[in-house]
């Protein structure tokens, strides 16, 4: 099968340091397995466009990026960006809503030798990535965030029956793989047509998985019950804004933000991205843990095995994940963890152990 092409876009800060050491182990994994190279394509984003090309996001880079099987993204800054930069889509939503990533997919799973408020989870949040509330995603052109009078701010929430059908068909089809268990979460018992349109249609999709467990809880119930019993949960699906304040609690209770691993998928593209941001008081300061854009790529390469690319890619995110339990298994960690090593350091690490497998 042909080499895999794969979109590299470095971002902002610590994407200078953590995309390449994701690149590096990536090579390393394919070369173990005895496959071909990736074909990387190196694409601007972020302030190096800016510079380059006069715009955080390029029209040319989302032009190759259709050309191209998946794509690894940095994180941006894009907070800092100037006027008037800073009120238009991030790259990485110029990026989604192109190729309509509709499900973002976000593990958190504790390893052994990582400190962990819930030292046993191991649960993946299945998150609409494309409606709710988050005004950079619920319209076609213009935000869905507004002001009728300088003291007056309204957000408009939208929610269709295609994207609850579409993200309930991914998280069922993904515990089917797993334990068998989907929680639905929402908020109906106070947005009742809203979310309560995404239960019901998770619901409804449901029926069509008999062999899978369905239960639902209350947003708000569901952080404390994280927090209280962590492990009990398999698959969690949900809507936008609470996908992602949960998915970064599970993150934290399964040990840090900085092991939070993504990826942004359609029926036939994948991008991988890390849940954490662009950290630019480490940057440049070889501090970064780069496990979780890592564990990104190892997602990406999974999906890519199980939708008509390579099957042998999925041996290749089996040598990346191992490797990287192992290495923190054996104490070497960024100090976000507790470890004194540099992101220059554990990627060597990293790199070591995937051919010694």
Same mark, same amino acid.
């Given at each position: ?7 590299? &876009? ?53 032009? /190759?990026?259709?050309? &191209? ?41 504790? &390893? ?22 988050? /005004?950079?995603?619920? *319209? ?130 994948? *991008? ?18 780069? *496990? ?66």
């Amino acid at each position: 099968m042909p080499n895999p092409r794969l979109g590299l &876009l470095q971002g902002d800060g610590i994407g200078r340091e953590i995309v390449p050491a994701t690149r590096d182990v990536v090579d390393a994994a394919m070369s173990a397995v005895g496959l071909p190279d990736v074909d990387w394509v190196p694409l601007p984003i972020g302030f190096d466009a800016i510079a380059s090309h006069g715009t955080p996001m390029p029209e040319s880079t989302l032009v /190759a990026l259709a050309e &191209l099987d998946a794509w690894i993204l940095g994180p941006h800054d894009s907070a800092s960006y100037p006027d008037p930069f800073q009120m238009q889509l991030t790259p990485g939503g110029a990026i989604r809503k192109r190729f309509d990533l509709y499900a973002n997919i976000r593990p958190a799973r504790a &390893l052994p030798s990582v400190r962990a408020v819930s030292p046993h989870m191991d649960l993946v949040i299945v998150r609409e990535n494309t409606e709710g509330f988050y /005004a950079d995603r619920n *319209m076609f052109a213009g935000s869905g965030e507004f002001m009728p009078t300088p003291d007056v701010a309204m957000a408009v929430g939208v929610v269709t029956r295609q994207a609850c059908e579409r993200i309930a068909h991914t998280a069922f089809g993904l515990a089917r793989r797993r334990r068998k268990r989907v929680t639905v979460v929402h908020k109906a018992n106070v947005l009742s047509t809203t979310t309560g349109l995404f239960r019901d249609v998770c619901r409804e999709v449901g029926e069509h998985y008999p062999d899978v467990r369905l239960d639902d809880e209350h947003v708000d119930a569901m952080a404390a019950y994280l927090v209280r019993r962590g492990d009990d949960y398999d698959v969690i699906v949900t809507e936008n804004m609470f996908g992602d304040i949960l998915s970064d609690l599970a993150a934290e209770l399964a040990g840090s933000l900085g092991t939070a691993a993504s990826i942004n998928a359609s029926e036939s593209k994948v *991008m991988a991205q890390a849940a954490h941001g662009a950290a630019p008081d480490i940057s440049g300061r070889n501090r970064a843990n780069p *496990m979780a854009l890592m564990s990104s790529a190892a997602m990406l390469l999974d999906w890519l095995a199980s939708t008509g690319h390579d099957p042998r890619l999925a041996a290749v995110s089996a040598r990346i994940r191992s490797a990287i339990e192992r290495t923190v298994e054996a104490g070497v960690a960024t100090a976000d963890l507790g470890g004194l090593a540099s992101t220059s350091e554990f990627t060597e690490t990293v790199i070591a152990r995937v051919h010694r497998r």
